[in-house]
Nanobody
Framework: VQLQASGGGSVQAGWSLRVSCTVSGVTRDEYTIGWFRQVPGKEREAVSCIRSSGGRIWYADSVKGRFTISRDKGKNAMFLQMNSLKLEDTAVYYC??????????????????????WGQGTLVTVSS
């Protein structure tokens, strides 16, 4: 399984940015994609997750109402639309996939340890 994250950049507070993740090599019909972020010295933080077929969407309280996760199943791509960005959103954003068994389509996978495949990360910098 390979994941490729892209779309990071530098924006001002209040602006928007969309990061993307393309997924390849998954052999199961259903899997979960999660977005995480990490700043130096802190643990990787779950931001959002979505089932590959859509649904079972979860957001961290810190981004609820500002971020929107979506997917284009035909292109095996997932997106994180980030609006009203804040200084504290500055981080390296990673996409990850939960593809291995046991897998539950009804579960919210919110811990980094629950994911078996990771992309390389894309840096989002929000400045004042």
């Amino acid at each position: 399984v390979q994941l490729q994250a892209s779309g990071g950049g530098s924006v001002q507070a209040g602006w928007s940015l969309r990061v993307s993740c393309t997924v390849s090599g998954v052999t199961r019909d259903e899997y979960t994609i999660g977005w995480f972020r990490q700043v130096p010295g802190k643990e990787r933080e779950a931001v959002s997750c979505i089932r590959s077929s859509g649904g079972r969407i979860w957001y961290a309280d810190s981004v609820k109402g500002r971020f929107t996760i979506s997917r284009d199943k035909g292109k095996n791509a997932m997106f994180l639309q980030m609006n009203s960005l804040k200084l504290e959103d500055t981080a390296v954003y990673y996409c990850a996939a939960r593809t291995q068994s046991p897998y539950s389509a009804s579960a919210f996978y919110r811990r980094a340890a629950e994911y078996d495949s990771w992309g390389q990360g894309t840096l989002v910098t929000v400045s004042s």
